[in-house]
């Protein structure tokens, strides 16, 4: 990406504007797309933007995707969270970046780095340019690569989410104190996620890279306000695939 180049950032929240701050200060000139704006009227006037990151939360991504602008479709950039490549396949979009985001913004606050940030894709390099311009650390990874790191922010968010309806608390007490109920969580998280991946994929290594994170910030708490409707997709999507997962519906009969 050139200096000046249109970087569209599609959703101004905490996440969008540590993006936006970062592009700025790489020299590009940010296009910000709000709900108040219609994407398709910015697109008639920001046709070939180097980058359209799109910074909407998860829950949105689905209907953004189904009306992205065809002229942006072969430039997005992801980050949302409980990614995997079905999620943009189902949308027919092939050629894609993602960030996978080991870092939060919350209101008033900086930008808290757990881990490193894998980026890949064909702006990868971009990327991780103005994420480190915005204090994030970030690296570019081979796309082989991508499979293992979006399932390694998944098995964290949802083991972590979802063991803490029962227990509450912090990460570091989930791992320290119910570590059997997090492992079980944890296996019933990765056999959902190879199941939905369609490939086996390193579990040992998946566990040693959670815990990692857990070290890295040990008083994050469990369980955010979408747990519940986490737990209820984890078993639907268990239905649909035919994944046999005990712990997760072990969770929901003692709610």
């Excluded at 950032?9 to 910000?32: D, E, K, N, T």
């Excluded at 919350?106 to 980026?119: A, E, I, N, Q, Y």
């Excluded at 915005?134 to 972590?160: M, Q, S």
């Excluded at 747990?227 to 519906?249: D, K, M, T």
Aim: glycine fraction near 8%; aromatic fraction near 4%.
């Amino acid at each position: 990406m050139r200096s000046g180049d249109d970087a569209v950032v599609y959703g101004l929240g905490q996440m969008g504007a540590v993006f936006a701050h970062g592009l700025l200060r790489s020299g590009a000139r940010v296009v910000p797309v709000t709900r108040s704006l219609d994407p398709g009227d910015v697109a008639v006037t920001t046709p070939r933007p180097a980058m359209v990151v799109v910074a909407v939360g998860e829950a949105e991504l689905g209907p953004v995707l189904r009306t992205m602008p065809a002229p942006w479709r072969d430039r997005l950039v992801l980050l949302q969270n409980e990614l995997l490549p079905r999620t943009w396949e189902a949308h027919a979009i092939d050629a894609l970046t993602v960030a996978v985001a080991w870092f939060e913004k919350k209101r008033d606050t900086g930008v808290r780095v757990l881990v490193t940030t894998p980026v890949a894709g064909p702006v990868a390099g971009d990327v991780v340019r103005a994420l480190d311009e915005a204090g994030v650390d970030a690296e570019v990874v081979d796309d082989t690569r991508l499979p293992f790191e979006l399932v390694a922010k998944n098995l964290y968010i949802l083991t972590t989410n979802l063991a803490g309806l029962e227990v509450g608390g912090t990460v570091g007490a989930l791992w320290e104190a119910h570590r059997p109920l997090a492992e079980r969580v944890a296996a019933d998280v990765l056999s959902l996620q190879e199941a939905m991946l369609g490939e086996r994929l390193d579990r040992l290594a998946l566990l040693e890279k959670m815990a990692r994170v857990i070290a890295a910030d040990p008083e994050h708490r469990c369980m955010g306000r979408s747990a519940p409707a986490r737990l209820s997709r984890a078993l639907e999507q268990a239905r649909e695939h035919g994944v046999n997962v005990p712990a997760l519906r072990a969770l929901e009969a003692r709610r």
